[in-house]
């Protein structure tokens, strides 16, 4: 089970903070989040090696974004810095044993996904 918080609205150029807490995931497992913008498809964001800490960004959010991670309590949080209108859209938290690094940005098939948050970045 993937618990998300966070998500709000937000001025352009503005910042939010996601949190997922992930159940029943130990050990090597990939965190992250993927996003869906009306009428677009669903897009991989960022994911996080909760092992080893690697980071994997789409570049849309590079230098923007920052995934991290607390194993304490099996959470990755998301910072969203310099929003702009187009980061608006639902964000959804995922989680998968297998599949790692962009691979799991890039894919559509993962094992356990949050219920979602919306992020709206308008003036």
């Known amino acids: 089970q993937l618990v998300e918080s966070g998500g709000g609205s937000v001025q352009p150029g503005g910042s939010l903070r996601l949190s997922c807490t992930a159940s029943?995931?130990?050990?090597?497992?990939?965190m992250g989040w993927f996003r869906q913008a009306p009428g677009k498809e669903r897009e991989g964001v960022s994911c996080?090696?909760?092992?080893?800490?690697?980071?994997y960004y789409t570049k849309s959010v590079e230098g923007r974004f920052t995934i991290s991670r607390d194993n304490a309590k099996d959470t990755a949080y998301l910072q969203m810095d310099s929003l702009k209108p187009e980061d608006t859209g639902v964000y959804y938290c995922?989680?998968?044993?297998?599949?790692?690094?962009?691979?799991?940005?890039?894919?559509?098939?993962?094992?356990?996904w949050g219920q979602g948050t919306l992020v709206t970045v308008s003036s």
């Open positions: 995922a989680a998968d044993t297998i599949v790692r690094g962009m691979g799991f940005i890039e894919s559509r098939y993962l094992q356990r």
């Open positions: 996080i090696s909760m092992k080893d800490g690697r980071t």
């Open positions: 029943g995931f130990t050990g090597d497992y990939y």
